[in-house]
């Protein structure tokens, strides 16, 4: 059941970074139930494809495997783009990732690995995009997904350093590019259950209900929450909104615990 109108994206394209699993794949599928042509890309190629495979059964979605660290990858995103569909109306940059650590522990390669991920690889795929497509069209749309850092992350201290320069990031490109009809704005997620934190061992279990007991509306968020929360910036509903982020993480960003993960390591 969706609120919103079913041809809301009709005619457009959209590309979702990290749209083959978790919150991003709920984006991309909301978006082709909204009328949306749709790419994603992500770097395993096997699981990528199965998911373009599925989403296919909604409407247009094409894949192709990308690091988003890369440069030249996203080029050959972008590539794939122009002969498909010769335009791009809306970025969703989802993917992103970390590791849970103490920040006195995070050894070079790891903190690099990150902030290349969350920093500089949606830097390069929001250059390229808006380059490429967004800038000459003179209209386009840009959604990222961060996390809730603004009293910083403790526990995860890169992917809050990283997240909060994509936020501030934001607000540049917002300003710069307003000219060229183009919005930026951002979403910050509280615990979503989501494959992603399928990914972390023991004992986050333990962890995720301590946060679920500490949140003001006593529970996690849902993948189709952040998705909802897209489709209203990436979409005319929201045309006179850049430079903004929107929380989705039921009152977390004013009112959660957050030392929860550092006291898991015991130190
Ligand atoms: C504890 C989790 C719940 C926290 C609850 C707090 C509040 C909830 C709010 C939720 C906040 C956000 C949640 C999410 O984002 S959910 C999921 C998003 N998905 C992921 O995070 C995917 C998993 N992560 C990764 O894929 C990686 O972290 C990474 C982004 C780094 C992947 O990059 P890459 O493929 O290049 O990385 P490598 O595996 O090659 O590792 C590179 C080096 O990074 C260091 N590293 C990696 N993993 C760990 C680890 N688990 N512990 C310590 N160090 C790690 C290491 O130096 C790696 O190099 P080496 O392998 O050579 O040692
Ligand atoms: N779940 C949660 O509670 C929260 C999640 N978030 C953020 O939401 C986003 C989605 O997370 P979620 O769905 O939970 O987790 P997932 O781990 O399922 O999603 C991460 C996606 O990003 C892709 N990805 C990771 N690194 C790269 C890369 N270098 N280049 C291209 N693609 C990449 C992965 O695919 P592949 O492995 O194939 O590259 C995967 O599809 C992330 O940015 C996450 O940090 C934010 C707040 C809370």
């Known amino acids: 059941m969706s609120y919103y109108a079913p041809d809301l994206f009709k005619d457009k394209v959209?590309?979702?970074?990290?749209?083959?699993?978790?919150?991003?794949?709920?984006?991309?599928?909301?978006?082709?139930?909204?009328?949306?042509?749709?790419?994603?890309?992500?770097?395993?190629?096997?699981?990528?494809?199965?998911?373009?495979?599925?989403?296919?059964?909604?409407?247009?979605?094409?894949?192709?495997?990308?690091?988003?660290?890369?440069?030249?990858?996203?080029?050959?995103?972008a590539d794939l783009i122009q002969e498909e569909f010769g335009r791009l109306d809306v970025l969703v940059n989802n993917a992103g990732g970390q590791f849970p650590s103490l920040a006195r522990h995070?050894?070079?390669?790891?903190?690099?690995?990150?902030?290349?991920?969350?920093?500089?690889?949606?830097?390069?795929?929001s250059r390229v995009m808006a380059e490429r497509f967004f800038i000459p069209q003179q209209a386009g749309n840009i959604v990222t997904i961060i996390v809730n850092m603004a009293s910083g992350f403790p526990g995860m201290a890169h992917t809050g350093a990283a997240r909060a320069g994509?936020?501030?990031?934001?607000?540049?490109?917002?300003?710069?590019?307003?000219r060229f009809n183009i919005?930026?704005?951002?979403?910050?997620?509280?615990?979503?259950?989501?494959?992603?934190?399928?990914?972390?061992?023991?004992?986050?279990?333990?962890?995720?209900?301590?946060?679920?007991?500490?949140?003001?509306?006593?529970?996690?968020?849902?993948?189709?929450?952040v998705a909802n929360a897209v489709l209203f910036l990436a979409s005319p509903l929201s045309s006179y909104t850049s430079g903004i982020t929107l929380q989705v993480d039921g009152l977390d960003h004013l009112h959660a615990n957050r030392m929860r993960l550092v006291n898991l390591f015991n130190e």
């Open 14 to 77: 959209a590309l979702v970074t990290g749209g083959r699993s978790g919150i991003g794949y709920a984006i991309a599928e909301t978006l082709l139930q909204h009328g949306a042509k749709v790419c994603i890309c992500s770097r395993k190629e096997e699981p990528l494809a199965e998911a373009a495979r599925t989403l296919s059964k909604l409407g247009t979605c094409v894949y192709r495997p990308c690091d988003i660290r890369k440069s030249e990858e996203v080029e050959a995103v």
């Open 106 to 125: 995070i050894n070079d390669k790891g903190w690099n690995a990150v902030i290349n991920t969350n920093l500089n690889g949606t830097f390069y795929v």
């Open 166 to 178: 994509v936020e501030n990031l934001t607000k540049s490109i917002a300003q710069e590019w307003a």
């Open 183 to 225: 919005r930026a704005n951002c979403v910050a997620p509280g615990t979503i259950i989501s494959s992603g934190l399928d990914t972390y061992a023991e004992p986050v279990r333990q962890l995720l209900d301590q946060l679920k007991e500490d949140n003001l509306m006593q529970r996690h968020g849902t993948m189709e929450e």
